[in-house]
C-alpha cells in the first residue's frame, strides 16, 4: 500500500513562495504519475499539476503556469511543488496524489496524502 505525506504548507506573503513536498513509503513512486490538487473553501477540488512516472512530462493548469514548478526525486521517493509569485488566489488545502499516468481528474487517483494547507496573505 502507498502512503503519501505532504509538508512544507504555511504562510507566505503575496510575490513569496514555498515548496510543497509529497513523501511516499510503502512501495516505490517510481511507477506512479503524481499529480497536486488543492481545494479552496466553497470550491471544488481542482487540479494543479502532474508530472508522470519518468519527471520528462508535466503539466500544469493555466492558473499556476509559470509560476508553479513540479519535480520529482525518484530515489528519494518524494514529489516537490516549488511555488513562486504566490496570489491571494493560491490560498487552498493542497494535496498530491498517485495514479499510474497523469489525469485532470481527480476521481482517477488511487492514493491521496492527508492535505497541508497553504495561506497567502499579507
Known amino acids: 500500500q502507498l502512503q503519501l505525506v505532504e509538508s512544507g504548507g504555511g504562510l507566505a506573503q503575496p510575490g513569496g513562495s514555498l515548496t510543497l513536498s509529497c513523501a511516499a513509503s510503502?512501495?516505490?513512486?517510481?511507477?506512479?504519475?503524481i499529480g497536486w490538487f488543492r481545494q479552496a473553501p466553497g470550491k471544488e477540488r481542482e487540479g494543479v499539476s502532474c508530472?508522470?512516472?519518468?519527471?520528462?512530462?508535466?503539466n500544469y493548469a493555466d492558473s499556476v503556469k509559470g509560476r508553479f514548478t513540479l519535480s520529482r526525486d525518484n530515489a528519494k521517493n518524494t514529489v516537490y511543488l516549488r511555488m513562486n509569485s504566490l496570489k491571494p488566489e493560491d490560498t487552498a488545502v493542497y494535496y498530491c496524489?498517485?495514479?499510474?499516468?497523469?489525469?485532470?481528474?481527480?476521481?482517477?487517483?488511487?492514493?491521496w496524502g492527508q492535505g497541508t494547507q497553504v495561506t497567502v496573505s499579507s
Open positions: 510503502g512501495r516505490t513512486l517510481d511507477y506512479f504519475a
Open positions: 496524489a498517485a495514479h499510474l499516468v497523469c489525469s485532470a481528474h481527480y476521481y482517477y487517483y488511487d492514493y
Open positions: 508530472i508522470s512516472t519518468s519527471g520528462v512530462a508535466t
